[in-house]
């Protein structure tokens, strides 16, 4: 196989697992499902959520990791490799990169919003220690002020970036793994503290109810499900891939793909009775002032909250953490996909990969961070029309409505009608015997997948945009 695996790094077992589960849990989990959960009533909504993670995100992210493993390359090298024998040849080299690029505008604005939860975890421990004050304003108009700070926004981007990069130089095994395996538990620890605590909150009645009613479900709904079923398990731009190719070859696919899958969900869903207990504690005539659609809840309202609760001022902070924790072991996985690419095809060295490619991403996120207020022109600059505003809003829209889809579209169609079925079989089975089921996973990734991302896409086209 090119470039072979000597050299490259190796996870283990356990590892790997660490490794993908942090890169699946991430503000995906915490702030975006609660948000979009909440605007679509709940109940309903997350059964279909659970279904679009079964049936399509759960096959995308095997076929991935089946891609990464069988060719142990990063994303572009994996599907040149991978399609040697297929029609179109080289061509398919092409989802890699859109994949791997993908990923770098993805890092850009995630390590930017991932700075703020470091600013957050600040400022609690300050109200923490000195007493929840605003100094006269809404905590709204504090997270304004934040916002349009240019040198702020620039500064934690840089911190986070610095982080993300400090962990992606020192490799695989002794950088991603070892930081994955330490992160991830405590980021565990926290939140089933958080949950537990909401036993007792007078919200978690409704918020259990409000999370399992059965209800109508829109169009728009389950649009909304599929799409974030690909970002909440880090599928369709490669980052699978790339993690794959470092899975060693008697780990079984598919039980750890339904590892990573069932943990990201389970998060998701804890993290929603955390926040939803919270929240619903809150009397409805405030609730719906303060909580109308807002998606910066993060920021805006739910410290006060927590202030408002007993032992917010332990809780706050570790929430906080808890948040960002999740946000690095994301960083991380998406610089690993660009810095991969940069090793395994430029021939670069491992630190300066890391350093340049984190170096690139910081340098593209600026305009990012000043589109938050800082800088009028970033702020307004829309070339989708009214579909976006400003920098940031236009690459999360790129993002999200069009080279996730496409990237998962393509993966899923690539295994499902070109590469060989044999060779994913057996790729499948490895370190896991029977695959009876394969017919199962034929059909969803050859017309499931395409079908409901072919949804998507129209919808896009016709004007939709999914936050
Ligand atoms: N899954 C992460 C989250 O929920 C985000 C993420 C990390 C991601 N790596 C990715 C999304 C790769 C798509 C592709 O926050």
């Known amino acids: 196989m090119a470039n072979g695996s000597s050299g490259r790094g190796r996870f283990g077992q356990l590892g790997f697992i660490f490794a993908a589960v942090g890169s699946a849990i991430g503000l995906g989990n915490i702030w975006k499902f609660p948000y979009i959960t909440y605007a679509n009533d709940g109940g309903s909504f997350v059964l279909v959520y659970l279904l679009a993670i079964g049936l399509i995100g759960l096959p995308i992210m095997m076929a991935e990791l089946v891609i990464g493993r069988r060719t142990r390359q990063s994303p572009v090298g994996a599907f040149v490799e991978a399609a040697k024998d297929a029609v179109g040849g080289k061509v398919w080299g092409a989802v890699g990169a859109l994949g791997t690029l993908g990923s770098f505008v993805l890092l850009s604005y995630y390590a930017l919003i991932a700075g703020w939860t470091v600013y957050y975890f600040g400022q609690c421990l300050s109200w923490s220690f000195r007493g929840f004050e605003t ?130 969900t389970l998060v998701a869903l804890m993290a929603c009775i955390v926040m939803f207990s919270i929240i619903f504690g809150v009397d409805a005539a405030e609730r719906a002032g303060t909580f109308g659609k807002s998606a910066t809840i993060l920021f805006t309202t739910l410290p006060q909250m927590f202030y408002d609760l007993p032992f ?147 919808a896009v086209i016709g004007g939709r945009s999914f936050a």
């Open 135 to 264: 100094g006269g304003q809404t905590l709204g108009d504090s997270f304004g002020a934040f916002l349009g700070n240019g040198p702020l926004q620039i500064g934690f981007h840089a911190l986070f970036m610095a982080a993300t990069v400090g962990v992606v130089a020192l490799g695989v095994h002794d950088g991603i793994e070892r930081v994955t395996k330490t992160l991830m538990p405590v980021l565990g620890a926290i939140l089933i503290l958080l949950v537990v605590n909401s036993f007792w909150s007078p919200g978690f009645g409704e918020a259990i109810r409000f999370l399992f009613h059965v209800g109508p479900v829109t169009a728009d709904g389950l649009l909304e499900a599929v799409g974030h079923a690909f970002f909440t398990l880090s599928v369709g731009m490669g980052a699978m891939i790339t993690y794959g190719s470092y899975v060693r070859s008697k780990q079984s696919i598919p039980r750890s793909a339904a590892a990573i899958t069932l943990l990201d």
């Open 312 to 458: 917010g001022v332990v809780l706050a902070p570790l929430f906080y953490l808890l948040v960002g924790f999740a946000a690095l072991t994301s960083t991380i996985s998406l610089l690993e996909v660009v810095a991969a690419y940069l090793i395994d095809r430029r021939g670069l060295s491992r630190r300066q990969a890391s350093l340049f490619s984190g170096g690139a991403v910081f340098l593209f996120g600026i305009p990012s961070a000043l589109s938050l207020g800082a800088v009028t022109g970033m702020s307004s600059w829309s070339p989708f029309g009214d579909r976006t505003e400003g920098f940031f809003d236009t690459m999360d829209y790129t993002v999200s409505n069009w080279i996730l889809p496409l990237g998962g579209l393509f993966t899923a169609i690539f295994v499902g009608w070109f590469l060989s079925a044999r060779l994913s079989r057996s790729e499948l089975s490895r370190g896991h015997g029977e695959t009876r089921w394969f017919p199962v996973f034929q059909f969803l990734l050859r017309f499931a997948a395409p079908a409901a991302i072919l949804w998507i896409i129209w």
